[in-house]
């Protein structure tokens, strides 16, 4: 089970971006230059792109996410309103699952 997966709700805690929130759409996964994360409206950089006509590409200059290093972010607490870490505890019935460290409580309930 990961600390962090898509869908969550997290919080910049490092970079140029610090304090921003918004939604993991995806995870990459990279074992040499570690795992990073696309947040929604984080990390906003500019990119030259050159259309294609085949391809139903305009060109022009388009803002799109770059990924973010997990270690610059931690998840959202809406209990105490900052950024939180993650642990796990298993249920009476065998499931695993992940608590915010600072209120103990089951993440997504």
């Known amino acids: 089970m990961r600390k962090l ?6 919080v910049v805690i490092a970079g140029k ?3 921003k929130r918004g939604k993991i759409t995806s995870v990459i996964f ?3 230059k570690g795992d990073k994360f696309l947040v929604s ?3 906003m950089i500019k990119k030259h792109q050159k259309p294609n006509p085949q ?3 305009v060109g022009g200059i388009i803002e799109k996410e770059a990924p973010i290093a997990v270690s610059n ?4 607490n809406p209990e105490t309103n900052k950024g939180d870490r993650v642990g ?8 695993k699952v992940r608590i915010f460290k600072s209120t ?3 993440i997504g309930e």
């Open 73 to 76: 972010v931690a998840i959202f």
């Open 41 to 43: 409206g984080v990390n």
């Open 104 to 106: 103990n409580k089951v």
């Open 17 to 19: 971006d610090k304090g």
């Open 5 to 10: 997966i898509k869908g969550d709700e997290v």
């Open 55 to 57: 391809a139903q590409v």
């Open 30 to 32: 990279d074992a040499k």
């Open 88 to 95: 796990f505890k298993t249920n009476e019935d065998g499931t």
